[in-house]
């Protein structure tokens, strides 16, 4: 019982990020934006906040805010990239992959390898000493409870206001949406900065937090797995807030599997969080044959003179 239970409880050091980079993905998929460039994000974001925390101030809020601004930058620039300048998206997306890695594996050695306090779990005491249920969801940091508040922020904004509908009309009919008087441009440049800031938090999330410490391709996929989420998930923040947690939690059990030294190879266990984003891949391809969960134009840039 203390092993299922010590296991829970660490889950959702591992399934913050993924969801966080899930909800950003989300905001700029249902705006007809694919960003295929979360790994390069996260990446940029994670070395961010551990430069900002370090440099700046040893104040973990100081430490996010720079692994967010990292994300607000490089969204900015594959905004202008795929809305104004209507590049093809999934290019761009893989290209910002591959940049995020080289500038990390360029200007990373000045912070690599340097432990920080991070972000420490809150204790409430007469909730944390509940029996089973007290360690897995009151001894958790606070960036925990403030992800599964920004998904009820952004469920409700995408479908219980008029925000929401003119985003999901944007990213399932611009031509529509702009004979409306809704501007696609501003939306969907918009949704990407907001995207963006949210999967750099994801990044600083694993080095302030997850592993409190920067090192070199620490997302080790995280970010391809968070656009798996998405589709898993169809584009809900509630499914992949729970999409993110089963995830968390296999990935959470690959340490206690080997400390416990049963004889599986451990490259195995690594392999399995991907094995697992295959298993939804098919599942979300079986389930929806017909691609009818995705926003109808997602993917699709939006050139004004063409309507019909």
Known sequence: MEFIINWLAATPVFAVPLILASIGLIINERAGVLNLGAEGIMLCGALAGIAFYIDVSD???????????????????????????????????????????????????????????????????????????????????????????????????????????????????????????????????????????????????????????????????????????????????????LGGLLFGSIEALIPRVLATGISIPQYFLHMTPYLATLAVLIYAAVRDSSGQGAPSSLGTPYIREDRK
């Open 59 to 241: 104040n973990i809020i100081i430490g996010l805010f720079g692994s967010m601004l990292a994300g607000i930058i490089l969204s900015f620039v594959f905004a202008v990239l795929i809305v104004l300048l209507r590049a093809n998206q999934v290019v761009s997306g893989i290209t910002l992959v591959f940049f995020g890695s080289g500038l990390t594996g360029f200007i990373g050695p000045n912070w690599a390898d340097k432990t920080v306090k991070g972000i420490q779990k809150l204790e409430i005491s007469f909730l944390t000493d509940t029996p089973v249920i007290g360690k897995i969801l009151f001894n958790q940091d606070v960036m925990f409870y403030i992800t599964l508040l920004l998904c009820l922020l952004v469920w409700w904004l995408l479908f219980y206001t008029r925000f929401g509908l003119e985003l999901r009309s944007v990213g399932e009919n611009p031509q529509a949406s702009d004979s409306n008087a809704i501007n696609v441009t501003y939306y969907r440049f918009m949704c990407v900065i907001i995207g963006g800031a949210l999967i750099g938090l994801a990044g600083g999330y694993l080095s302030l937090a997850s592993a409190k410490v920067f090192a070199f391709d620490m997302t080790y996929g995280r970010g391809w797995i968070a656009i798996a989420l998405v589709i898993f998930a169809r584009w809900s923040p509630w499914r992949a807030l």
